[in-house]
């Protein structure tokens, strides 16, 4: 059963949204009535390795702007031994689910609302969905975001708490995890401050994504509009946010960065700056909470001249390979990752076979990648070369209205 639509008036179009991918294991889960008792916060509780359900397909779920003809979140289904992807239809009626994340215990996706205006006021909304065992979505109650257009969100690592990034507001917010898995209002919001160099993009900040360190205690913030990472300690007691120490840390004026992304070893992390067209690797210090710049390579291919933008960047599982997605020349940049020191080393590109790639995802088994094209309405399936790292397309894809975000889970059978 989907859930009912968005409660919104107005279309913001100040903001520049976003499109993920995050793999998920679902449960049974009916709808709650209400909201947990005000001192009752949601525990992580991931499914038991015995217990959870095995299969050789993932659902894929699909985030997207509803301008068009799209009314939401879509499903979509995986195949790992056929090779093949197939849309099984509308998952959850939203207005603008931009960008997902699911709750550690697998029951919760948490959907942004990417608008201006919500309940009357200048912020956004964040939904909290119950996953339905056909892998529909149920919606559970919906939050003002702490700001306009939010753009992207995290769940903590104890389950505890959602943290969102409103790009149009230049703010990040926290909002309490209820028992239900419905969420609270926002306890904190951080407003940026400040401009860079850009003079269209730089003028005011904007916030554009929000992760979890390994250690899941520091968020680290990347802001386009102050061409900064800023670091806030999360108190798992309060949900509270506040600066780190070091508080931030810049990259290249102008570069103005997007999306970010931890090796899965937490030594490394990467940035890719959208208006730049670059991505800068860094050293990190985990005990520190220390971002340290190694290196800012281009995501283009030598001699382009086009007008160009990136958008989304991950890093493979195995740890060996980066990918980083270019909207103008629509395509997928490949890098080897150096294990002993983290810098990056261009390995071509791949097209999307599609118009405006605002997202890709990496199934957990990293055998495909998924892209999804924005402008062009479709999302693609590439096969990933295990010993090189090169993309190949499957001869699969399938057809929704503004695909702006993927996310995979474990299909149940």
């Given at each position: 059963m989907c859930c009912q639509p968005l409660r919104s008036g107005r279309w913001w179009s100040g903001f520049i949204g976003m499109g993920a991918i995050l793999i998920i294991y679902t449960g049974e889960i009916g709808a709650a009535d209400g909201l947990g008792g005000p001192d009752a916060l949601a525990a992580a509780e991931p499914a038991s390795p015995s217990t959870a359900p095995k299969s050789d397909a993932f659902w894929v779920y699909l985030g997207t702007y509803t301008r068009k003809s799209s009314q939401g979140i879509y499903l979509a289904e995986l195949d790992l031994r056929a090779g093949t992807l197939r849309l099984k239809?509308?998952?959850?009626?939203?207005?603008?689910?931009s960008f997902?994340?699911?709750?550690?215990?697998?029951?919760?996706?948490?959907a942004v609302?990417?608008?201006?205006?919500?309940?009357?006021?200048?912020?956004?909304?964040?939904s909290a969905l119950a996953i339905q065992p056909d892998g529909t979505l149920q919606l559970l109650n919906q939050q003002p975001s702490g700001g306009a257009g939010p753009c992207h969100l995290a769940v903590d690592p104890t389950g505890r708490y959602v943290v969102v990034a409103n790009y149009g507001g230049g703010s990040v917010a926290s909002l309490p995890i209820a028992e239900d898995g419905r969420l609270r209002e926002p306890v904190s919001v951080i407003q940026h401050t400040g401009s860079s160099v850009h003079p269209?993009?730089?003028?005011?900040?904007?916030?554009h994504s929000v992760n979890f360190d390994p250690t899941g205690k520091l968020v680290v913030a990347a802001d386009l509009g102050l061409d900064k990472l800023l670091v806030y300690r999360l108190d798992l007691a309060s949900g509270k946010l506040a600066p780190h120490d070091p508080a931030w840390v810049k990259v290249d004026a102008g570069a103005g960065p997007r999306h970010f992304a931890f090796h899965p070893t937490g030594r490394f992390a990467y940035v890719i700056n959208e208006l730049a067209s670059t991505i800068t690797a860094?050293?990190?210090?985990?005990?520190?909470?220390?971002?340290?710049?190694?290196?800012?390579?281009?995501?283009?291919?030598?001699?382009?001249t086009g007008t160009n933008t990136t958008a989304e960047v991950q890093v493979h599982p195995s740890g060996r390979f980066l990918y980083g997605s270019n909207r103008g020349h629509d395509s997928l940049a490949i890098f080897a990752i150096d294990p002993a020191t983290g810098t990056l080393t261009p390995k071509g590109h791949v097209s999307t076979q599609g118009k405006t790639p605002r997202n890709f995802g990496i199934e957990p088994t990293g055998q495909y990648l998924v892209a999804a094209n924005?402008?062009?309405?479709?999302?693609v399936l590439f096969r990933i070369d295990a010993q090189t790292g090169q993309l190949t397309p499957a001869g699969q894809q399938i057809q929704v209205s503004m695909p702006v975000c993927v996310k995979f889970l474990r299909a149940h059978r």
């Open positions: 239809g509308l998952a959850a009626a939203l207005t603008n689910p997902l994340a699911i709750h550690p215990n697998g029951r919760w996706m948490y609302g990417e608008m201006g205006d919500f309940q009357g006021k200048k912020q956004g909304a964040v269209q993009r730089q003028q005011a900040p904007h916030a860094f050293a990190y210090q985990a005990d520190r909470g220390r971002l340290e710049p190694l290196q800012t390579i281009s995501t283009l291919p030598e001699g382009f924005q402008d062009s309405d479709n999302v």
